[in-house]
């Protein structure tokens, strides 16, 4: 696992675990306790997860065409 991996996984589960308390069990399902602001956490790190995930695709594909250019060149 990269470096950048698990620094991306820490910042998820410090999220996670700041909102944590703010959650109880209610007959087997999760259920919010009314912390005020814990929606609105919730979706501005959903938006920035999801800002994350778009910028690694991209660098995914310019990865896979820098791949796709190489194997065609002749070994140096």
Do not use: F, K, W, Y
């Amino acid at each position: 696992m990269a470096v950048a991996d698990i620094g991306c996984r820490l910042i998820v589960a410090s999220a996670i675990a700041r909102i944590l308390h703010c959650l109880h069990d209610n007959d087997g399902r999760t259920v919010s306790s009314g912390c005020p602001g814990m929606t609105a956490h919730l979706r501005r790190e959903h938006d920035r997860v999801t800002a994350e995930i778009a910028q690694l695709q991209g660098s995914r594909q310019v990865l896979e065409t820098m791949l796709a250019v190489g194997s065609e060149l002749p070994p140096a």
